[in-house]
RNA sequence: GCUGGGGUAGCAAAGUGGUCAACUGCACCUGACUGUAAAUCAGGCGGCUUAUGCCUUCGUAGGUUCGAGUCCUUCCCCCAGCA
């Protein structure tokens, strides 16, 4: 259940989201813990840095370890040892994702095609049709068919506070034939995920009740996307994800979009922003009104040694922040922290690591390399929606 | 000293007459990454460069050949075994 409680002269909603795991104050960003943990991290890490909520994924833990598992340990809080809230994606990203034919990034000039790569699957993993999506495991190459309802049904078992309904996320190159008929379809499918979560709920003897979500689609059109909207505020959703937009995002302006969710969808819900972004996207998102975000990129920079290091205001004139690779020469015998601002483990005042050696530990393949990266990434976005909750 | 094996680009290691500026791995350099099939992927990695282009390379110095990293000879060095 979502309070609004006030709009900042910026545009920011101050806002807090009641779960059945704790009060949550918006806005806020969930760090991605897909197969049940956020990379590299422990979860009293994630606790310590004010990490509030973590998002998880369905279609992962249904393929491996299987929700009835995870049910029968006693729930996903307690099968990986987080006691926040817990946000699932309901796999409709998979579906765009797994649909799209990767092994088209392989350079004709690369010669070797590791095996088990997932760039070697020359065929695409997914079917969509009106019942729901026909999917082949990336594990095993096993079918499976997720409809709405059985999306919910995972979520349900798994025992998240927040839920996702199965949607349809087409590709930015989708034409717009495509785009409307995944409109169409992720409307009719919320409508039977709506259907179905309220008969399994009302059941339910749980004081705090999940909350599901409504996934807008409709592209880069904005009556699409307004359309998409009404439809699903008339199935009278918890909260609304912006869904779609965090792809193709170099040939792509979504800030219309944004703008025009944060204008229509009701200001008495929660709106989230799916997979944005970048902290300058976050930035700008919570101006236009979304008030949830998740994204990978600081976890898997990290992991791929890059870090954001946050600009001197005068000196933010484009980006608020500025990426740095850990790995680029220059930085070998750079005995400075990161950011010296940083209230990270990695950075703490007085007992902070030099870059030379996150960067030799990187090199290195040591584990603890990409775990410093990973907290110092973790904890700038954290604290980017502590400044702007505390913006005013 | 004798016998055998070997000296290839930063390292390791393919290559035994042309398709070799030279396979491959590592290292190194740079880039990408946005609801995670990602501790991943891509490109570069002798020099000049726009190059399917030119120049200089495979211990050393010569030679054979239309053509040599590849064959022959000299010398230098390394390794193993025997003295």
Same mark, same amino acid.
């Given at each position: 259940m979502y309070k609004f409680i006030k709009k900042l002269d910026n545009g920011i909603r101050i806002g807090e989201l009641e779960t059945a795991h704790g009060k949550l104050p918006t806005p806020f960003f969930m760090?991605?813990?897909?197969?049940? *943990?956020?990379?590299?991290?422990?979860?009293?890490?994630?606790?310590?840095m004010g990490a509030q909520i973590l998002l998880s994924n369905t279609y992962h833990l249904y393929l491996r370890p299987g929700e009835q598992?995870?049910?029968?340990?006693?729930?996903?809080?307690?099968f990986m040892g987080w006691n926040r809230p817990i946000l699932t994606d309901s796999g409709g990203y998979q579906v765009f994702s797994l649909g799209e034919n990767k092994s088209k990034?392989?350079?004709?000039? *690369?010669?070797?095609?590791?095996?088990?790569?997932?760039?070697?699957?020359?065929?695409?993993?997914?079917?969509i049709s009106e019942d729901g999506v026909e999917f082949k495991s990336f594990l095993d190459g096993s079918k499976h068919l997720f409809t709405p309802e059985k999306v919910i049904d995972i979520q349900l078992d798994l025992g998240v506070d927040i839920l996702m309904p199965l949607d349809v996320c087409p590709s930015g190159k989708a034409s717009a034939r495509e785009v409307k008929e995944a409109v169409e379809l992720t409307i009719r499918w919320a409508k039977r995920a709506r259907e179905h979560f309220n008969k399994r709920i009302q059941n339910s003897e749980l004081r705090i009740k999940p909350l599901?979500?409504?996934i807008v689609q409709g592209g880069l059109d904005p009556e699409l996307r307004k359309y998409c909207a009404e439809e699903l505020?008339?199935?009278?959703?918890?909260?609304?994800?912006?869904?779609?937009?965090?792809?193709?995002?170099?040939?792509?302006?979504?800030?219309?979009?944004?703008?025009?969710?944060?204008?229509?969808?009701?200001? $008495?819900?929660?709106?989230?922003?799916?997979?944005?972004?970048?902290p300058d996207n976050i930035i700008i998102a919570t101006k236009l009104g979304m008030d949830m975000f998740d994204c990978v990129l600081p976890t898997r920079l990290a992991r791929h040694a890059s870090v954001f290091v946050k600009r001197h205001p005068e000196q933010s004139e484009g980006s608020h922040y500025q990426l740095v690779n850990l790995l680029n020469s220059k930085y070998r015998a750079d005995g400075g922290v990161i950011d010296q601002k940083c209230g990270c483990r990695a950075c703490q005042e007085g007992r902070g690591f030099s870059k030379a050696y996150i960067s030799h530990l990187l090199r290195s393949n040591e584990i603890l390399g990409l775990r410093l990266t990973t907290l110092h990434n973790l904890w700038q976005y954290l604290?980017?929606?502590? $400044?702007?909750?505390? *913006?005013d």
């Amino acid at each position: 259940m979502y309070k609004f409680i006030k709009k900042l002269d910026n545009g920011i909603r101050i806002g807090e989201l009641e779960t059945a795991h704790g009060k949550l104050p918006t806005p806020f960003f969930m760090p991605v813990g897909t197969v049940g *943990s956020v990379k590299s991290t422990a979860p009293w890490e994630l606790e310590e840095m004010g990490a509030q909520i973590l998002l998880s994924n369905t279609y992962h833990l249904y393929l491996r370890p299987g929700e009835q598992l995870v049910k029968e340990l006693g729930g996903l809080h307690k099968f990986m040892g987080w006691n926040r809230p817990i946000l699932t994606d309901s796999g409709g990203y998979q579906v765009f994702s797994l649909g799209e034919n990767k092994s088209k990034v392989k350079s004709p000039k *690369s010669k070797v095609i590791k095996e088990n790569s997932h760039l070697n699957l020359k065929e695409s993993l997914v079917k969509i049709s009106e019942d729901g999506v026909e999917f082949k495991s990336f594990l095993d190459g096993s079918k499976h068919l997720f409809t709405p309802e059985k999306v919910i049904d995972i979520q349900l078992d798994l025992g998240v506070d927040i839920l996702m309904p199965l949607d349809v996320c087409p590709s930015g190159k989708a034409s717009a034939r495509e785009v409307k008929e995944a409109v169409e379809l992720t409307i009719r499918w919320a409508k039977r995920a709506r259907e179905h979560f309220n008969k399994r709920i009302q059941n339910s003897e749980l004081r705090i009740k999940p909350l599901l979500h409504g996934i807008v689609q409709g592209g880069l059109d904005p009556e699409l996307r307004k359309y998409c909207a009404e439809e699903l505020i008339k199935l009278d959703f918890d909260g609304y994800s912006v869904g779609g937009l965090a792809v193709d995002l170099e040939t792509r302006d979504m800030w219309g979009i944004v703008k025009l969710m944060g204008e229509i969808l009701p200001e $008495n819900k929660q709106r989230y922003l799916m997979g944005v972004g970048t902290p300058d996207n976050i930035i700008i998102a919570t101006k236009l009104g979304m008030d949830m975000f998740d994204c990978v990129l600081p976890t898997r920079l990290a992991r791929h040694a890059s870090v954001f290091v946050k600009r001197h205001p005068e000196q933010s004139e484009g980006s608020h922040y500025q990426l740095v690779n850990l790995l680029n020469s220059k930085y070998r015998a750079d005995g400075g922290v990161i950011d010296q601002k940083c209230g990270c483990r990695a950075c703490q005042e007085g007992r902070g690591f030099s870059k030379a050696y996150i960067s030799h530990l990187l090199r290195s393949n040591e584990i603890l390399g990409l775990r410093l990266t990973t907290l110092h990434n973790l904890w700038q976005y954290l604290e980017l929606m502590r $400044n702007l909750r505390n *913006s005013d």
